[in-house]
């Protein structure tokens, strides 16, 4: 049953394009997981989303999660994040979030984690080949960049464009919108580029991952390219992510990371690093 000590009570923050697929999937069945409890920004969408599931989910505030559940599934804006991260990371929770470039713009929550014993848990996201990069930095990592190319419509509103006055409307070739490292990536587009955040943590440091962005109308698909230097291997990885219907900033595949992140922590093999 649900409601057995064997289970593991899972809350997710946020209804969107990522939470409502992951929702959907842990109201259907993973084993030894129960989700127990929702939060999103219109608390009466939310009520209505959570109707339509089977387990009905209790419907409470981002930051009352933490009180009801042992696992929180953070899939709410990255303006929400801080107060939601803090509230769980001081009560000791396992925090899954999908805002890896927030998380960049809090490093105190990692020292809170430590001394309260909550872990905080990045799924692998739209970055593919994470693994390897993670098994690379057991060892000496000289260079990591990454490219980034989205159809233009997903960048857009982003704040470093915001700022500087730059339309994407109407765009007939490829430009390079931003090059720096993931920090400033991160700040300037944070509904995009939580893959390079991801990167950076995984790497050789946020400061010292190299990122460009282009605005790209000849393509349909978010495209990563990640090259990466070390002393144990050369490699470069390629991937190109589905776009969600419902959102364009977010890969089809950044939900399905979450939902086998899940799996993974109650599976009896686990594969990968």
Request: hydrophobic share 50%.
């Amino acid at each position: 049953m649900p409601n057995s000590p064997a289970y593991q009570r899972v809350a997710i923050a946020g209804l969107g394009a990522i939470g409502l697929k992951v929702a959907g999937t842990l109201d259907a069945g993973l084993p030894g997981l129960s989700l127990v409890a929702v939060a999103g920004r219109d608390a009466e969408k939310t009520a209505s989303q959570a109707a339509a599931l089977h387990c009905a989910p209790r419907v409470l505030s981002a930051t009352a999660l933490a009180g009801v559940a042992d696992i929180i599934v953070d899939c709410a804006p990255s303006a929400a994040f801080a107060a939601l991260a803090e509230s769980v990371v001081d009560a000791g929770k396992m925090l899954m979030t999908v805002n890896a470039g927030a998380l960049l713009r809090h490093p105190d929550l990692v020292e809170r984690a430590r001394a309260s014993g909550a872990r905080i848990i990045v799924p692998t996201g739209a970055l593919l080949g994470l693994d390897a990069v993670r098994a690379a930095a057991e060892g000496t990592i000289a260079q990591v960049t990454m490219i980034t190319r989205k159809p233009p419509g997903g960048l857009e509103g982003a704040p470093y464009l915001v700022e500087r006055g730059i339309s994407l409307a109407g765009l007939d070739k490829a430009i390079c919108v931003f090059e720096g490292n993931a920090v400033e990536g991160a700040r300037g587009f944070p509904a995009n580029v939580n893959v390079a955040a991801a990167l950076g943590l995984a790497g050789i440091g946020p400061e010292r991952t190299r990122l460009q962005i282009w605005a790209d109308p000849a393509i349909d698909r978010n495209t990563h390219t990640i090259e990466v230097e070390a002393d144990s291997a050369r490699f470069t990885l390629r991937i190109e992510n589905v776009p969600s219907a419902e959102n364009p900033r977010t890969g089809k595949i950044t939900a399905l990371s979450v939902i086998a992140c899940l799996r993974g922590l109650t599976s009896p093999l686990r594969v990968g690093t």
